[in-house]
């Protein structure tokens, strides 16, 4: 049974930078994808950031309104997927959940870290 543990929450002045680190406790398979999912108050959960594992290599991608400030990355030695946040706002304000799944993201992924709050402040 895959597990994953995310780390790296805090909270920071807006502008400020974070970044979250989520490990694997296992090998995924040959081909998934990982990635965050984030979730204020009174609101959805919603996408933030995935990468896209396959043989062909790997992709990234993201929200708008993270894209140019959020950067996915992978250590694939390590299991670990991690999420610097750059240009921190207020309404980035959350918790974030890491996500893992055997062929496509959503809400309904059957992989899920216990979640990292991350506040930002103005």
């Known amino acids: 049974q895959l597990q994953l543990q995310e780390s790296g929450g805090g909270t920071v002045q807006a502008g400020g930078s974070l970044r979250l680190s989520c490990a694997a406790s296992?090998?995924?398979?040959?081909?998934?994808?990982m990635g965050w999912f984030r979730q204020a108050p009174g609101k959805e959960r919603e996408f933030v950031a995935g990468?896209?594992?396959?043989?062909?290599?790997?992709?990234?991608y993201y929200r708008d309104s993270v894209q140019g400030r959020f950067t996915i990355s992978r250590d694939n030695a390590k299991n670990t997927v991690y999420l610097q946040m750059n240009g921190l706002k207020p309404e980035d304000t959350a918790v974030y959940y890491c996500?893992?799944?055997?062929?496509?993201?959503?809400?309904?992924?059957?992989?899920w870290g216990q979640g990292t709050q991350v506040t930002v402040s103005s």
């Open positions: 990468i896209r594992i396959s043989w062909s290599g790997e992709d990234t």
């Open positions: 996500a893992l799944d055997q062929v496509v993201l959503t809400i309904r992924s059957d992989y």
């Open positions: 296992g090998r995924p398979w040959s081909t998934y994808e």
